[in-house]
């Protein structure tokens, strides 16, 4: 068994290494342009994926939360012109009426970002990645795994001040704790 280290890699290092490597993020996935001028700046990668969706990548080599935002603006961008980007890259067989999706890759997403994304009504992908170098080898290999995004919950429950106190079962108690709250 070979011996390995991990290693850190420039921003353009990794986006080198998603292009050759898409498939190892995702089966199907392809890559199809990168550094593409869009709304905001110019986004990372796009790929197309194997329900023939166009994919805007954002990858950053350190956690940022504004990555996120970063992303949502190239997606509004793609998505608003999806048609020209389906012809413009038709040996993709990109399926305008696909929606497009979002994915971002970083080494580590903070629980902030991780909670932003479940509230967002668009297809979105977390990968955290990790690279890693083969003892005497100059390649460099990632190592891709998906982060969970939890579902927002069906209903917002709000609870009233009796819900709590009826939590409390000793009577003296909650007799003192509805006279402190002003409550009789």
């Not at 990858?59 to 961008?77: A, N, P, R, T, W």
């Not at 971002?104 to 991780?114: C, D, E, K, N, R």
Request: glycine share 4%.
């Amino acid at each position: 068994m070979s011996k390995y280290k991990k290693v850190d890699v420039s921003e353009q290092q990794l986006e080198d290494l998603i292009r050759q490597s898409s498939d190892l993020i995702e089966e199907g996935l392809i890559f199809v342009d990168h550094q593409q001028q869009a709304a905001g700046g110019r986004l990372d990668v796009l790929f197309v994926d194997s329900g023939r969706s166009l994919v805007v990548a954002e990858l950053k080599v350190i956690e940022d939360d504004g990555m996120l935002f970063q992303c949502l603006d190239y997606y509004d961008h793609v998505a608003a012109r999806i048609e020209t980007y389906a012809r413009l890259y038709r040996s993709h067989n990109v399926d305008p009426t696909q929606p497009v999706r979002l994915l971002l890759v970083a080494p580590s997403f903070s629980q902030t970002l991780i909670n932003r994304c479940k509230w967002i009504d668009a297809p979105i992908s977390l990968f955290t990645y990790s690279c890693i170098k083969l003892e005497n080898s100059d390649d460099i290999i990632p190592v891709f795994s998906e982060q969970a995004i939890p579902s927002p919950p069906d209903t917002v429950v709000v609870h009233k001040l009796d819900d709590h106190l009826s939590y409390i079962t000793d009577a003296e108690v909650r007799a003192n704790v509805s006279k402190v709250l002003g409550k009789r």
